[in-house]
């Protein structure tokens, strides 16, 4: 008795024997607590306030009628009382939702409690049905409102029910009768094979299957699903039947490849990019040994690709290397790989060429020939016209067992040399070409050496006027080797421009030169407007911090701007004009001078010059060094300083070597010079001396042999 429950009995009678009478039948009754009301009015303020489990109610009452009470206590049963000859009545109370009648009689209402149990017994079982209908209503609504297939199928595998998105996605129509539908119908006889043979077993055996299978839909689409198979079963441990979820995951896997797509091609030109070249350089290296066939490895880079893109502008230079892509695809066969490993640089492999060595390089020859031929061929891009040449560097893939990172260096190499040779051309890489990058190698280590152990030096060299008075000096940097001696900067530059280290030691000249120039001035050895030309690199001039180095060093010492001159050359600023042109701006508002160094050696259009902002240009050496017998030169050479005139350029000629050719450049207007002549570039203490005893004197007046032609 302890749980159950006490049920609130509301019984509304204005029949004080009847209710007395219905009261003790109830007080028989443990769990039945009774509220007994007289009125109608207080039956329905009671309702509001104490929810009863069950009214019973009489008919007539003195303020109305007990039917009244019938729609607002929806939420419980309520039996009428109907008098004797009040029958129809009841019935009527019935129609409108009363849960029962009795007709008063004293055993009716002894009974009462019986009947009241039985009611609230019948009432419950409805109310927990219509709970249950609307649970499963509830469930359904979530099966069709979910995105994955879902459905349940009979042991015969006939569908006995299918979700909407699962209609959908097989497309299976409203009116189609799903029970003379299997699931297995939309599965390719294969996969069909797999989810009889593997999912049910497994399902029956563990409860669950899980794999991924295609769907085919009647319009002939694939579906590709994440599908879960379920068995149920009932309270006797028998299947009864089995539920399935498949979500579509085209979507997901579209996703998933092309973030496998990112990580080994190439977006811009959809090629294996180095990554996935590594992978297949690898299965090339191993197929070679297997085979026996030669390989060949090209490194291919567009020569004057930089300049496209500056000149044009990158969405232009990305179409060419679309084109190029799709040039070089043309040109390959089913096995060759052709990769991009960044920039311009593209990578093919040829695969299975000839058994014989000398047949495989000649294939390779043949069909690189034909790649620059291709890149060769005119190409249209927004309207302009261009012609992009490649050189390409070839390594040959033999059995040797060279790794796929020493091929491609390999290639890189010759490729190089390539370039080195003139561009537009292939290369095969040599033995000899490797010992060319291993002695780079170790003079980048020395060279690194050198500039911690302060091994380098700056000469100078004089430069003077047409009196050959001196107004200043070109600093030219030494590198003394313990072992080596003075090495020239021909030997050592370019490593130091390819490897990067020039912008450091190029720091240290500038640093050098400007200290010596302010103890020179301090000396008293030369006047204020001694002028101190310091040689820029490309990769120096380029390099971000340039322009802030300058800056700063001129903050710390003090030595007029006035003084430098800054010498660039033109492959220093052509590649990006503009930026270069916008640092000189920037140097030059603080008082720095340009000089554009070898003139006539560039690409050197004399229109080219009124664009940039130099105050002094140096006439290459190789144009005096002949001036005296060839008329081209001087042709050259007369026209350069005409126009230098006219744009109110200042002309150094270097390389002066005899009186002669002095003589002649000074008819022609030239009113500044360098060369042997005057002094080859000197040792500091060299410099000391001759700027003491020549203060203030013109070279040669008094002196007919040239006083610094001794020294180095
Ligand atoms: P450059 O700037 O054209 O310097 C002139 C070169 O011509 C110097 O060679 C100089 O010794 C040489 N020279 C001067 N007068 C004559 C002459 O009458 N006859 C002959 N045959 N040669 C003469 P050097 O010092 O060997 O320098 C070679 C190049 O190295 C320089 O050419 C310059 O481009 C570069 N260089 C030198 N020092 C530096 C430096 O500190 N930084 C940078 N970035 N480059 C430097
Ligand atoms: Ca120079
Ligand atoms: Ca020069």
Redesign the pocket.
Same mark, same amino acid.
């Given at each position: 008795m302890l749980n159950q429950p006490e049920y609130n009995i509301l019984l509304v009678e204005d029949n004080p024997g009847h209710a007395a009478l219905i009261n003790r039948a109830f007080e028989a009754e443990a769990h039945h607590r009774l509220v007994i009301t007289t009125s109608v009015q207080q039956a329905k303020l009671l309702i509001n306030h104490s929810n009863p489990d069950l009214i019973i109610t009489g008919v007539k009452l003195s303020d109305g009628s007990g039917t009244e009470l019938l729609n607002l206590g929806s939420e419980c049963p309520t039996i009428v009382m109907a008098s004797y000859n009040d029958e129809k009545v009841a019935v009527n109370a019935i129609k409108s939702g009363a849960a029962d009648y009795i007709v008063k009689t004293q055993e009716t209402m002894a009974s009462l409690p019986r009947t009241a149990s039985r009611v609230m017994r019948e009432w419950r079982l409805v109310l927990d049905q219509k709970l249950a209908r609307e649970r499963q209503q509830r469930l359904t609504a979530i099966l069709e409102a979910t995105p994955d297939l879902i459905c349940i199928a009979n042991l015969d595998g006939f569908l006995t029910y299918i979700n909407q998105s699962g209609r959908d996605m097989l497309g299976i129509d409203c009116n189609d009768n799903i029970r003379q539908i299997r699931l297995a119908d939309f599965h390719s006889p294969i996969e069909s094979r797999k989810i009889l043979g593997e999912g049910i077993p497994c399902a029956i055996r563990e409860g669950i299957w899980t794999d991924e299978t295609t769907f085919l839909a009647l319009n002939g689409e694939k579906v590709l699903t994440s599908q879960v198979l379920i068995s149920h079963k009932n309270n006797r441990g028998e299947i009864e039947f089995f539920s399935t979820i498949a979500r579509d995951i085209r979507h997901l896997r579209a996703a998933e490849e092309q973030v496998e797509f990112l990580a080994y091609y190439d977006t811009l030109t959809g090629l294996p990019n180095r990554n996935e070249l590594a992978k297949r350089l690898d299965m090339e290296v191993a197929r070679v040994k297997r085979t026996h066939s030669f390989g060949s490895l090209l490194f291919i880079d567009l020569d004057n690709f930089k300049y496209i893109n500056d000149s044009l502008g990158h969405p232009a230079g990305d179409l060419v290397l679309q084109e190029m892509a799709q040039r070089l695809q043309a040109h390959l066969r089913g096995d060759d790989t052709v990769a991009r490993l960044g920039g311009d640089d593209f990578i093919v492999i040829l695969s299975g060429l000839s058994e014989e060595g000398m047949e495989a390089v000649s294939q390779a020859r043949e069909i690189a020939n034909k790649i620059r031929d291709a890149i060769a061929m005119e190409c249209r891009i927004s309207d302009t016209e261009l012609h992009v040449t490649a050189s390409i560097g070839i390594s040959m893939i033999s059995q040797d067992e060279t790794s796929g990172h020493d091929l491609l260096r390999f290639a890189d190499t010759a490729m190089y040399q390539a370039k080195r040779e003139g561009r537009n051309r292939l290369e095969f890489f040599s033995e000899r070409m490797s010992s060319e990058v291993t002695r780079q190698l170790e003079l980048e280590n020395q060279l690194h050496r050198a500039l911690k152990e302060d091994q380098f030096r700056?000469?100078y060299?004089p430069l003077v006027n047409d009196s050959m008075e001196i107004i200043g000096v070109?600093?030219?940097?030494?590198w003394e080797n313990p072992e080596l001696g003075v090495v020239?900067?021909?030997e050592f530059?370019d490593v130091?421009?390819s490897s990067g280290q020039?912008v450091e030691?190029?720091d240290w /000249?500038i640093d050098t030169?400007l200290k010596q120039m302010t103890l020179w001035i301090d000396q008293g050895l030369v006047e204020s407007e001694f002028l101190l030309?310091?040689?820029?690199?490309?990769r120096?001039f380029r390099d971000s911090q340039f322009v802030d180095n300058i800056h700063s060093q001129l903050e710390r010492i003090y030595l007029p701007s006035k003084n430098i001159i800054m010498?660039v050359?033109e492959h220093n600023i052509i590649h990006n004009l503009k930026d270069a042109i916008l640092r000189m701006q920037e140097l030059i508002q603080r008082g720095i001078r340009f000089s554009l160094?070898?003139f006539g050696t560039g690409y050197s259009s004399l229109a080219h010059l009124k664009n940039l902002p130099v105050s002094h240009i140096?006439i290459?050496?190789s144009f005096?060094?002949d001036i005296c017998n060839d008329s081209g030169d001087q042709a050259m050479v007369a026209s350069i300083l005409a126009l230098s005139k006219h744009l109110g350029l200042e002309v150094v000629a270097?390389? /002066?070597?005899d009186l002669e050719q002095f003589h002649l450049l000074k008819q022609y207007g030239c009113e500044f010079y360098?060369?042997?002549?005057?002094s080859?570039?000197l040792s500091v203490n060299n410099m000391n001396d001759f700027l003491s005893t020549k203060q203030h004197t013109a070279l040669h007046s008094s002196n007919s042999s040239p006083p610094g032609s001794a020294t180095p």
């Open positions: 700056l000469y060299q070109e600093a030219l940097i030494r020239a900067p021909s530059l130091l421009e020039i030691v190029g /000249v030169a030309c310091i040689n820029i690199s490309p120096q010498e050359t160094d070898d140096k290459d050496r005096v060094k270097e390389g /002066v070597e360098q060369g042997y002549y005057f080859k570039p």
